[in-house]
């Protein structure tokens, strides 16, 4: 059922609390979306199948710059900085290099680290906000109508919320439970992969290389542990199918010449990659997110960055309509900005993992698409910009400035500060040539800030970083529409 109506408190939860969302999955999407909204105020239920501290085995290794911006705006970024491993270039194939080191950024690199880090820190963030954690809490379907949704928990009383998060992975549950399909296919077959200690230490952090119809790729873990991916293009066994330490090991050596002398494989398993999205982000009061909205090959390691991104843009939404400053239309917004970014993500991640297995005829293809990469500036920094999350902008409205919808990098702000640490309360934040004073009424949402330069431009920031409106020369007249435009 398609509804998009408020809800008051008491029809949800019988008392006059705010209203409650669920989120599913305590992933890095579930556990950033959770805090933003009791960072926020908004009473939140996190609901996990696993059992606290058990680990899912993600296959995710990398933080690109804008999710590295995101969580520099949760004030979390530099905790993880502190236990990746940065690299400022990512070489590719036939000579292609992307140098991340030009990077507009404060994060002007791929961060290498294990999904589980994230994790880390996200959920300290959420137990600190006040997210009601539930692990152990299966849950089997739910149900829509005008007031919320109740969502059905094996063995459990059934909850009660006014929206419901999807971020429960691939195989999603509340996916599922709204008839949302999961068109696509599978794009590589049988890959293996493992967590194992090297005898021998690669002379590279991140080491790939296609050989034939081989692919194999290394990343440390930081524990001593690498996490190696590969394949072969001659070996489509189901996934079922017991994976073997000589089988990484054989395949590794055609890869790369060598197999560092792996052993003592903690972890193995055998996967099939899938391309796949969901056509609707929202059903109803239902929302999906992560990886239960898109999947896609390991290329470029974008499936963690965009499900960040995803949570970043929805959170503030559902704070900002359940506490009644913004119209239910907003909720839609979600789909719209967010879907088209997670289809180009899906066509950028295959074209990396095509080109990179290329045979017979389609070498030349590739070799001429990394010579126009490396020798022609907007190409190069068009793809740097897509890998990195950096690139995207949302949808403006015509006659719009040209800043509107896109991101806006960590601006240095007088007084000392930057645009991310005045981000960090989850409010828009209005940065303008002079001093502003913010209304009382909106002081829990607005934060007035002043550019270092006598730069005249009046810019209105969203909670995710991106520009909500931008005006040059405006009046004190023209900021007070966009605030109640925009701000509520």
């Not at 089997?140 to 999807?166: C, F, I, M, P």
């Not at 239309?329 to 180009?344: F, I, K, M, N, W």
């Not at 995207?392 to 719009?400: D, E, H, K, L, Q």
């Not at 607005?446 to 991106?466: F, K, M, N, Q």
Request: glycine letters at 10%.
């Amino acid at each position: 059922m398609n509804t998009t109506g408020t809800t008051s408190a008491t029809s949800i939860t019988g008392t006059t609390e705010p209203p409650r969302v669920i989120v599913v999955g305590s992933g890095p999407t579930g556990l950033l979306l959770a805090g933003d909204l009791a960072v926020a105020g908004i009473p939140v239920t996190l609901l996990e199948k696993r059992p606290h501290g058990i680990s899912n085995l993600s296959r995710a290794f990398v933080l690109h710059a804008r999710a590295l911006e995101q969580l520099d705006a949760r004030a979390v970024a530099d905790d993880l900085e502190a236990v990746g491993r940065p690299i400022t270039r990512l070489n590719l194939f036939d000579g292609l290099t992307l140098d991340l080191g030009t990077l507009p950024s404060r994060f002007p690199h791929v961060l290498v680290l294990p999904q589980y880090e994230v994790e880390k820190v996200l959920e300290r963030r959420a137990v600190a906000a006040g997210v009601d954690f539930r692990n152990e809490c299966e849950v089997t379907g739910l149900d829509q109508d005008a007031d919320g949704v109740t969502v059905h928990v094996k063995g459990a009383e059934s909850l009660r919320a006014a929206y419901v998060v999807g971020a429960d992975g691939m195989r999603s549950v509340v996916r599922e439970a709204v008839g949302m399909p999961f068109p696509g296919r599978s794009a590589i077959r049988s890959v293996v992969l493992a967590d194992v200690l090297l005898a021998e230490q690669p002379e590279t952090v991140l080491t790939a290389a296609a050989v034939g119809d081989a692919f194999a790729f290394l990343v440390p873990f930081g524990d001593g542990y690498h996490r190696v991916i590969c394949w072969h293009r001659g070996r489509d066994v189901p996934d079922h199918e017991p994976v073997g330490l000589d089988e990484i090991k054989e395949i590794t050596r055609l890869a790369l010449g060598r197999d560092y002398g792996m052993h003592d494989a903690r972890w193995m398993s055998r996967f099939h990659s899938d391309e796949r999205q969901v056509p609707q982000y929202r059903v109803g009061r239902a929302f999906l997110a992560g990886d239960a909205a898109h999947v896609h090959t390991p290329a470029g390691g974008q499936g963690m960055n965009t499900g960040l991104q995803d949570a970043a843009n929805l959170s503030w939404k559902l704070a900002a309509v359940l506490r009644g400053h913004a119209a239910p239309a907003l909720l839609d917004t979600y789909q719209s900005e967010r879907h088209p970014v997670g289809r180009t993500v899906l066509r950028s991640s295959g074209a990396i993992v095509r080109l990179a297995m290329a045979k017979g005829w389609q070498l030349p293809v590739r070799a001429a698409l990394a010579t126009a990469l490396n020798h022609l500036p907007p190409a190069r920094r068009r793809a740097i910009g897509q890998v990195t999350g950096i690139g995207y902008r949302y949808p403006a409205p015509g006659g719009a400035h040209p800043l509107t919808g896109a991101r806006v990098p960590d601006l240095a702000l007088s007084g000392g500060g930057r645009l991310h640490e005045a981000l960090r309360d989850g409010r828009f934040v209005l940065v303008t040539p002079g001093p502003y004073d913010v209304d009382p009424a909106r002081a829990d949402r607005l934060t007035a800030a002043r550019w270092t330069s006598d730069r005249r431009t009046a810019l209105l920031v969203r909670p995710d970083g991106y520009a909500a409106w931008a005006a040059e020369d405006a009046r004190v007249a023209d900021i007070e529409q966009a605030l109640a435009a925009h701000v509520g």
